[in-house]
């Protein structure tokens, strides 16, 4: 069975740090892409970041170029969001998804409508 989990969410303080893990079961992440989207209450779906599965390419949102990194991990079929200089409006549950459908991934990326395979979320909160 496919499975993605999230992990590593909480709360943190304005200006912190924290890693945000995404581990996949039953396939192997090496040709995926893999995006980042969040949720906050009562707003829409938004992409945050993507890596490509051919050769680890990245995208951010402008939201959060400079602060966010995503990295991949094929050995441990896990990937990474490392979210710096949090802020508030960071605050959302955050989901990783998995897609062979994101042929460019400046173009299709950051649209949750091109991903199959999605985890649970884990809750980001940034408050003091």
């Known amino acids: 069975q496919l499975q993605l989990v999230e992990s590593g969410g909480g709360l943190v303080q304005p200006g912190g740090s924290l890693r945000l893990s995404c581990a996949a079961s039953g396939f192997t992440l090496d040709y995926y892409a893999i995006g980042w989207f969040r949720q906050a209450p009562g707003k829409e779906r938004e992409g945050v970041s993507c890596?490509?599965?051919?050769?680890?390419?990245?995208y951010y949102a402008d939201s959060v170029k400079g602060r966010f990194t995503i990295s991949r991990d094929n050995a441990k079929n896990t990937v990474y969001l490392q979210m710096n200089s949090l802020k508030p409006e960071d605050t959302a549950v955050y989901y990783c998804?998995?897609?062979?459908?994101?042929?460019?991934?400046?173009?299709?990326?950051?649209?949750?409508?091109?991903?199959?395979?999605w985890g649970q979320g884990t809750q980001v909160t940034v408050s003091s």
């Open positions: 998804a998995a897609s062979l459908r994101v042929s460019s991934i400046l173009l299709y990326g950051l649209r949750y409508s091109r991903y199959d395979y």
């Open positions: 890596i490509s599965g051919r050769d680890a390419s990245t």
